[in-house]
Structures are given as C-alpha cells and as structure tokens.
T-cell receptor, first 116, second 111 residues
Framework: KAGVTQTPRYLIKTRGQQVTLSCSPI?????VSWYQQTPGQGLQFLFE???????NKGNFPGRFSGRQFSNSRSEMNVSTLELGDSALYLC???????????????FGPGTRLTVL | TQLLEQSPQFLSIQEGENLTVYCNSS?????LQWYRQEPGEGPVLLVT???GGEVKKLKRLTFQFGDARKDSSLHITAAQPGDTGLYLC???????????WGAGTKLIIKP
C-alpha cells in the first residue's frame, strides 16, 4: 500500500507570495492533518480534515487554510507569506476507527518551504 | 490548556547505555502514541498504548502507559546509533480526536 505523498518536496518563495501544498493520503484514510515543524517550535498542529470538513483547527492565523477533496486528497494554502513561515510542512493521514481511539498518524515526507 | 510535557529535550549518550524519555500531562488520554522522526523524513509511529499500566516492548524499546493514563515513558536498553532521532509522544483525547503533541526528545547515540 502506497504511503502518504506530498508535493512539492521543496519550495522557495518570497515574502508576500502565496503557496499551495498538496497531500495524497493512504488509500482508505479519510482524515488528513497538517502540521508545521520548525526547530524552535517543534510540531505545531495546523488543521485536520475529515470527509471534506475541517474537524479541528490549531492556533494559526487565517493566512493558513486548507481543503479536502472527495477522494480525501488535501491541499494547504498559505497566503501573504512571511519569513517566519519557513518550515517543514507535514501532512498525515489517519484511518479513523469506530472505537474513537487509536487514530495513528501516517506522515508524508513533508514539504520544505523557504521564504526569502 | 492541554499540555504534554516531554523530557529531556535533548540527550546524547554512548552506544550501549540505557535511557528513558518521559511524557507527562495533567490530562487523561484515551491513548498515547510514540513516534520517531529521522532527519528529512516525517515521524513514524512506533507504538500505541491504550490501557492504564500497559507495557509494550519493541525489541530494545519498552513503552509504558501510566496507571492514570496521564503519562508515559519510553525506555531504550543498550542504545545503538540507529536509535538516533527525534522521539515524539502524542496523546489522544476522548473528546475531539485531536492529538496533543509533546515537544520531542532529540536523541543522539554516539558510536
């Protein structure tokens, strides 16, 4: 079974631009979560989508948005990029269990975004 | 505020030594997951513990969930250079499916 894929793997943008990152989850996984990882702040939760609806949201400004398509693929958009947005953006998919627990995250390799 | 405190933040030891990483919270979790992340890659799930007091072993790694399901530990016996990486714990809340993440322990095992 193919793992989580993210595109692109690397991206360089300048301040003020916008960027769209893509994530394809493991087949059958309906939950997709996005994270920002930086050396200083660690792994920060951005948002989670389940069945095309945003189910949870972290504490990030409205410049960060996302969506999920009917095939569970997800995109994340960052508008008006700032230098501080430079980070590794990770996508993770999960098979949501009926038990309500054990929703392990399967991560993609990430997109390394550099904002100049 | 739901916090999951992980300690130590950084650990550098010699090959063959033992170590323990801790994950503590005041919140009760329905499960606690441990991940390992290597440079340039996403975290990979190592284990999930669900029952209070549960102990799981993965070769030289031993994971324990506290009796009250508020804390967990990861013990590595006879560490090897291949154990080097960032270890992350994540607690799963009953209420909203969201995972609460620890800040991570950066582990370096020197040959």
């Amino acid at each position: 079974k193919a793992g989580v894929t993210q595109t692109p793997r690397y991206l360089i943008k300048t301040r003020g631009q916008q960027v769209t990152l893509s994530c394809s989850p493991i087949s059958g996984h309906r939950s997709v979560s996005w994270y920002q990882q930086t050396p200083g702040q660690g792994l920060q939760f951005l948002f989670e989508y389940f069945s095309e609806t945003q189910r949870n949201k972290g504490n990030f400004p409205g410049r960060f948005s996302g969506r999920q398509f009917s095939n569970s693929r997800s995109e994340m958009n960052v508008s008006t990029l700032e230098l501080g947005d430079s980070a590794l953006y990770l996508c993770a998919s999960s098979l949501v269990r009926d038990t309500g627990w054990g929703n392990e995250q399967f991560f993609g390799p990430g997109t390394r975004l550099t904002v100049l | 505020t739901q916090l999951l405190e992980q300690s130590p933040q950084f650990l550098s030891i010699q090959e063959g030594e033992n170590l323990t990483v801790y994950c503590n919270s005041s919140s009760v979790f329905s499960s606690l997951q441990w991940y390992r992340q290597e440079p340039g890659e996403g975290p990979v799930l190592l284990v999930t513990v669900v029952t209070g007091g549960e102990v799981k072993k993965l070769k030289r790694l031993t994971f324990q969930f506290g009796d009250a399901r508020k804390d967990s530990s990861l013990h590595i016996t006879a560490a090897q250079p291949g154990d080097t990486g960032l270890y992350l714990c994540a607690g799963e809340m009953d209420s909203n499916y969201q995972l609460i993440w620890g800040a991570g322990t950066k582990l370096i095992i020197k040959p």
